[in-house]
């Protein structure tokens, strides 16, 4: 179970500007939250989550991320087939 945990979490860890990163999605349902829950509690707690732990992607990064994602999950579907 635990090998199971840890292997989500490193899935779930992106690359951002060279950066490891996750998205709020990933984080809420790591969690067992809603997004809404998740990102309340970063605007209500702002000195939990400073600025170089938490950013917005601008809509580029966020198309290119899609895409990215779309890709790996084509590739892990074809590889387990």
């Known amino acids: 179970m635990e090998n199971l945990l840890v292997r989500s979490i490193e899935n779930s860890i992106l690359n951002i500007h060279g950066k490891p990163a ?3 999605s990933m984080v809420a349902q790591l969690f067992g939250l ?6 309340e509690q970063v605007k209500r707690n702002p000195q939990r989550f400073p600025e170089s732990f938490c950013f917005q992607l ?8 899609k895409s ?3 890709t790996s999950n084509n590739a892990s579907k074809t590889k387990y087939r």
């Open 22 to 24: 996750m998205l709020d």
């Open 68 to 70: 990215q994602i779309a």
């Open 58 to 65: 601008s809509l580029g990064d966020w198309q290119i991320l």
């Open 34 to 39: 809603s997004v809404k829950r998740i990102n």
